[in-house]
């Protein structure tokens, strides 16, 4: 038996909450004994996201195969501990590349190549080629909002497969929204009505309606919502606003949405969902013991999306720790020499952030200082990384004018240097120091007593490096590495043995945070913060 889909879809407005509906999906037939994968069907022309600004489209997560994607993917393996590839991912863009790359070879020679069908089978050899990984279900989330123009040939592919494959292989789930007018004091449905018309006009029934509330609604809605809409009552849910987002899937299993699924596809339920795990650390979210104050600096602090694995990381490692991380935003620009002192002191620990450029760099630096004078626990993550190694020189080996490359290109001290690699490379997108590489940990140091082991696997997003020209320096001065990838001898963590916490890390430490699997180095930083 061949793999069996389930497509999410979305109206009225974005932004609603499709991918944790999908990843909630993905955990909750997980829990009943199933072999989930799950994908982003992105309608958007770039190729992924890597070049877009987080402005535009928030965090640009990063595959152990090193590819640059939707910030969804990092819902899905923190609900799921599925380590996602380049095949979990789908972008107009690529599939426009590889169609348009064909017809300059000459597959398609003599023939008109047109949306349908060379775009849309494209798109369904995609999807299938997941499928037949040895996987029971394909949860497939399709981004943007039914109506959308760019959205059609991926509505068009359901309708396809549905027709294919048969109504017990393939399920539509929308997600849209039942709006509260409070000036009548009425929740309306219109809007989900309107929206599941435009679906039906595309030849695509959907089979199990959620609806985005903030208020509870009443069966008799529901039943209503059912009747215009051509849904059984029983498979039309609601996602009520809640506390977490990983309430999410606790939600849909009271409302047996994942046995409606299942029943649909044909496939048997087989258990109840095991989600004891699950809801033991919702209820240490909810209910924690211990509270304490973690600052994040860096430049898009008014964009929380653009730090989204990063926010979710503390949060699994503060329920581990029995503790809520009271986490602040401080703009990196806005730390100064005079502003520093009141913008840090309260915090019992500080992470700084990563990114690119130097709008707010001197602010990181300066933050940077601010921990290691004050002896708080600090977590610096890539640029971070880089922030803190510059700080040193400038204020402990005594070179005021040190910096990264990025930053200067005329500096004398470059104690960031451009990967030996990343010289020549111009092209943007898809070229710099992706995926997950090995690193060997030191024995003995803090990272060694997070890990509990010498050899780890971490995920890069980077260019710039730590110049080993000055690496003797920084160890007979108290900064030593402590993490140093085995192939290329490149500095992966450096650490102040005599700080209370001080560790900087050229990867990302927090993609390979999950809810039931928060990072070591995380849950460190906040024990870390917790002792006086």
Request: aromatic share 6%.
């Amino acid at each position: 038996m061949g793999a069996k889909y389930i497509f999410v879809t979305g109206g009225v407005a974005s932004s609603l909450g499709k991918g944790i509906i999908s990843a909630s999906i993905g955990k909750l037939l997980q829990a009943r004994g199933y072999k989930v994968s799950i994908m982003k069907l992105d309608p958007y022309i770039n190729i992924d996201p890597g070049t877009l600004n987080p402005y535009e489209h928030g965090e640009c997560y990063v595959t152990e195969d090193g590819e640059e994607t939707d910030l969804d993917l990092g819902h899905y393996e923190r609900f799921t501990d599925i380590r996602t590839s380049r095949l979990n991912t789908v972008t107009t863009g690529k599939v426009y590349q590889e169609v348009i790359n064909k017809e300059r070879r000459g597959d398609f020679l003599g023939k008109t190549v047109q949306v349908i069908p060379h775009i849309t089978d494209e798109i369904k050899r995609r999807i299938q080629l997941l499928g037949a990984r040895k996987v029971d279900v394909v949860v497939a989330e399709i981004g943007g909002t039914v109506g959308d123009i760019e959205s059609l040939p991926y509505i068009e592919v359901v309708r396809q497969m549905k027709y294919q494959l048969g109504p017990h292989n393939v399920v539509v789930v929308h997600l849209t929204l039942v709006p509260y007018l409070s000036a009548s004091g009425e929740l309306k449905t219109k809007p989900t009505q309107h929206s599941v018309k435009t679906l039906q006009e595309t030849g695509v029934q959907p089979d199990v309606l959620v609806l985005r509330t903030e208020r509870e609604l009443s069966q008799e809605l529901r039943n209503k919502v059912a009747l215009f809409c051509n849904v059984e009552a029983r498979s039309v849910v609601q996602s009520v606003d809640v506390r977490t987002i990983y309430e999410v899937p606790l939600m849909m299993s009271r409302q047996h949405l994942d046995e409606t699924l299942l029943n649909k596809l044909h496939l048997d339920p087989r258990n109840e969902p095991m989600l004891d795990d699950w809801k033991a650390m919702v209820e240490r979210q909810k209910h924690p013991k211990r509270r304490v104050k973690v600052a994040l600096v860096g430049k898009y602090v008014e964009l929380p999306d653009a730090y989204k694995s990063i926010v979710e990381a503390l949060t699994h490692a503060g329920a581990r720790c029995d503790c809520k991380v009271d986490l602040d935003y401080v703009q990196a620009e806005g730390v100064n020499e005079q502003t520093m002192e009141e913008k840090l002191r309260e915090y019992k620990g500080l992470i700084i952030a990563p990114g690119f450029g130097d709008r707010g760099f001197q602010g990181k630096i300066l933050a940077v200082a601010y921990a290691r004078t004050h002896n708080i626990p600090l977590l610096g993550i890539c640029l971070g990384m880089q922030a803190a190694v510059i700080e040193f020189a400038r204020n402990v080996l005594g070179y005021p004018d040190a910096n990264s490359l990025e930053m200067d290109h005329s500096t004398a001290h470059p104690v960031i240097d451009l990967m030996e690699q990343q010289k020549g490379i111009t092209e943007k997108g898809g070229t710099m120091r992706l995926g997950a590489y090995p690193c060997a940990v030191t024995k003995g140091s803090r990272a060694y007593a997070a890990y509990g082991k010498t050899e780890v696997s971490e995920r890069h997003r980077h260019r710039y490096e730590m110049n080993n020209k000055y690496l003797q320096e920084y160890i007979k001065a108290g900064m030593v590495p402590t993490g140093i990838n085995p192939e290329m001898d490149l500095v992966e963590m450096v650490e102040i043995p005599s700080h209370k916490w001080f560790v900087g890390v050229q990867f990302h430490p927090e993609y390979n945070s999950t809810v039931l699997h928060p990072h070591p180095l995380f849950i460190d930083f906040i024990k870390a913060a917790l002792t006086e």
